[in-house]
């Protein structure tokens, strides 16, 4: 088993929630970045002491799809700023080195490849990355559902050197082949070449069920090496009853599942650690409870 694990952070949304910061659909975590941004700070604080040695930008919601239009024109800029502001200080103030994610949405709707469309997507990705950029290490396109959508992030980040991770979120169930698929219904194999191409330093799937996540890290351990690439491979699944991951975003609140406890959830982690991922972390419903862990789990012991 690899012992160079690095540990993500877990869910803000769900954390705030249970914090008991404002918290409601459409706007999501991002309501807590205009109404009480100090529980945003609580939040990192709170996974950064747990273990996380990367945190990811609170800015997956600022976006006109759950802000709205309006809101997003007026105040979204300075909200992505504010985003990028608290995580940093909070990496700033952390013990141990913290490394802060810029986190880059699918812009126009989670779960949508149907939504994408590049020239109002490349607007929005552009004001993101714009008022992020000053407090970021690297940068996260995060639960991305086809590989035009990661084409676009690279675009739009052009020339910027700082590393670049991509992660998928995957359908619900294998195919009849038992292997994972992108929710475009693109296969891992083309998500690794297409990372690779990119220039990106790592493939992550995120934001789906931990069962169809061994398969899609196998696969991408299979390709990596096939290709002979030097590519990190992560994972940090959400805790979604099952039949919530076909809720689309804006939907309602998913329910939680019940056996995706810290230890439950470890299990699933240990699995894809041998199957060859070295970050691990969590999506919804994982909290700084699971992330200790994954940190007592992978990194107490060495």
Same mark, same amino acid.
């Given at each position: 088993?690899?012992? *160079?694990?690095?540990?993500?952070?877990?869910?803000?949304?769900?954390?705030?929630?249970? =914090?008991?910061?404002?918290?409601?659909?459409?706007?999501?975590?991002?309501?807590?970045?205009?109404?009480?941004?100090?529980?945003?700070?609580?939040?990192?604080?709170?996974?950064?002491?747990?273990?996380?040695?990367?945190?990811?930008?609170?800015?997956?919601?600022?976006?006109?799809?759950?802000?709205?239009?309006?809101?997003?024109?007026?105040?979204?800029?300075?909200?992505?700023?504010?985003?990028?502001?608290?995580?940093?200080?909070?990496? *700033?103030?952390?013990?141990?080195?913290?490394?802060?994610?810029?986190?880059?949405?699918?812009?126009?709707?989670?779960?949508?490849?149907?939504?994408?469309?590049?020239?109002?997507?490349? #607007?929005?990705?552009?004001?993101?990355?714009?008022?992020?950029?000053?407090?970021?290490?690297?940068?996260?396109?995060?639960?991305?559902?086809?590989?035009?959508?990661?084409?676009?992030?690279?675009?739009?980040?052009?020339?910027?050197?700082?590393?670049?991770?991509?992660?998928?979120?995957?359908?619900?169930?294998?195919?009849?082949?038992?292997?994972?698929?992108?929710?475009?219904?693109?296969?891992?194999?083309?998500?690794?070449?297409?990372?690779?191409?990119?220039?990106?330093?790592?493939?992550?799937?995120?934001?789906?069920?931990?069962?169809? =996540?061994?398969?899609?890290?196998? #696969?991408?351990?299979?390709?990596?090496?096939?290709?002979?690439?030097?590519?990190?491979?992560?994972?940090?699944?959400?805790?979604?009853?099952?039949?919530?991951?076909?809720?689309?975003?804006?939907?309602?609140?998913?329910? =939680?599942?019940?056996?995706?406890?810290?230890?439950?959830?470890?299990?699933?982690?240990?699995?894809?650690?041998?199957?060859?991922?070295?970050?691990?972390?969590?999506?919804?419903?994982?909290?700084?409870?699971?992330?200790?862990?994954?940190?007592?789990?992978?990194?107490?012991?060495?």
């Amino acid at each position: 088993m690899n012992s *160079n694990i690095v540990i993500l952070d877990g869910g803000m949304g769900r954390e705030l929630a249970r =914090m008991g910061a404002p918290f409601r659909q459409p706007e999501w975590s991002a309501l807590a970045l205009m109404e009480a941004p100090h529980f945003v700070r609580q939040a990192h604080d709170a996974f950064i002491a747990a273990g996380s040695r990367v945190i990811s930008t609170n800015s997956y919601a600022v976006v006109p799809f759950h802000v709205g239009d309006e809101v997003f024109s007026r105040q979204g800029a300075e909200l992505i700023a504010l985003s990028g502001k608290l995580a940093r200080e909070a990496a *700033n103030a952390a013990a141990a080195p913290v490394k802060v994610a810029g986190s880059l949405p699918p812009v126009l709707g989670s779960y949508r490849p149907d939504l994408f469309e590049p020239t109002k997507a490349r #607007e929005l990705l552009a004001v993101l990355v714009a008022n992020l950029s000053d407090h970021v290490d690297f940068w996260l396109a995060e639960t991305q559902s086809s590989l035009a959508e990661v084409a676009l992030v690279r675009e739009v980040l052009a020339q910027d050197p700082r590393p670049l991770w991509l992660s998928f979120t995957l359908q619900d169930s294998l195919d009849e082949q038992g292997a994972a698929r992108l929710r475009s219904g693109e296969s891992i194999s083309e998500a690794v070449t297409a990372v690779i191409n990119l220039s990106a330093r790592a493939i992550l799937f995120n934001c789906s069920r931990p069962e169809v =996540m061994a398969s899609a890290v196998h #696969e991408a351990s299979r390709i990596t090496g096939q290709q002979g690439a030097v590519l990190d491979i992560g994972v940090y699944a959400n805790a979604f009853e099952p039949s919530d991951n076909k809720r689309g975003a804006n939907q309602g609140l998913s329910e =939680m599942r019940k056996d995706t406890d810290p230890e439950g959830y470890l299990a699933f982690a240990r699995e894809w650690v041998q199957l060859g991922a070295t970050l691990i972390g969590g999506c919804c419903g994982i909290g700084p409870e699971h992330i200790a862990a994954l940190n007592q789990a992978f990194n107490l012991k060495k």
